[in-house]
Each structure stands twice: as structure tokens, then as C-alpha cells.
């Protein structure tokens, strides 16, 4: 399984960002997908997951209301919207695919199977 992760470059505060990760070698319609972000010298933190039919949602409290995650699985892509970005919001954004386990383990990154390789998001102030 390989996880593209791509739309991440330099945007102004107050500025708005799409990140997309599509899979491949795999079919994702049936499982959760996450995004999560990593700064320098932090821990990787949990952004936003989405269900496999995309009922259900969860962001983080730091996000909330300004992110929004969705999946078109027919392209075997998940999305995330950015908008009202800050400078706090700088980091390596990746995506997650969680095969295994349930929804309630959707913010512990420990319980997803495969990552793609990131994309560096900079908000400067």
C-alpha cells in the first residue's frame, strides 16, 4: 500500500490549504483514514479522521471548525480542507490508513497500518 500525500507549500495566516492522499495498491473503501501532523521537535498529534462511508467525522479541538476531512472512495483519495490556517498549524501533515482496528482508536497513531510520506505545510505570520 503506498499513500500519496500532496497540496502541502507556504500560505499566509488566514489563508486556506486542500491536502489530498490518495492510496494505492489497496482499496480504502472500507477503512478509517486520518490525518495527523508532526512540527519540529513535537510528537505527531491527531488532525482528523473520517469513517469508511464517511458518516462519521472527528477533528481535533485545535482545528475544529476551521479543518474538514472527506473521501471520495470511488478515487481512493481523502481530503483535507484548511481554512482560517496560523502559523500553529506548521508541520508535516500525513495521512493514516487504519485497517484493524475500530473508530474509537481514531486519534492513536499507533493503531494505523500504513502512512504515506507527508507534506510540509508553513503558515507564515
Known amino acids: 500500500v503506498q499513500l500519496q500525500a500532496s497540496g502541502g507549500g507556504l500560505v499566509q495566516a488566514g489563508g486556506f490549504m486542500r491536502l489530498s492522499c490518495v492510496a494505492s495498491?489497496?482499496?480504502?473503501?472500507?477503512?478509517?483514514m486520518g490525518w495527523f501532523r508532526q512540527a519540529p521537535g513535537k510528537e505527531r498529534e491527531f488532525v482528523a479522521a473520517?469513517?469508511?462511508?464517511?458518516?462519521?467525522?472527528y477533528y481535533a479541538d485545535s482545528v475544529k471548525g476551521r479543518f474538514t476531512v472527506s473521501r471520495d472512495n470511488a478515487k481512493n483519495t481523502v481530503y483535507l480542507q484548511m481554512n482560517s490556517l496560523k502559523p500553529g498549524d506548521t508541520a508535516v501533515y500525513y495521512c493514516?490508513?487504519?485497517?484493524?482496528?475500530?473508530?474509537?482508536?481514531?486519534?492513536?497513531?499507533?493503531?494505523?497500518?500504513?502512512w504515506g510520506q507527508g507534506t510540509l505545510v508553513t503558515v507564515s505570520s
Open positions: 493514516g490508513d487504519m485497517v484493524g482496528w475500530g473508530p474509537h482508536y481514531y486519534n492513536d497513531y499507533k493503531k494505523y497500518d500504513y
Open positions: 495498491g489497496r482499496t480504502i473503501t472500507r477503512d478509517l
Open positions: 473520517i469513517t469508511w462511508s464517511g458518516e462519521s467525522t
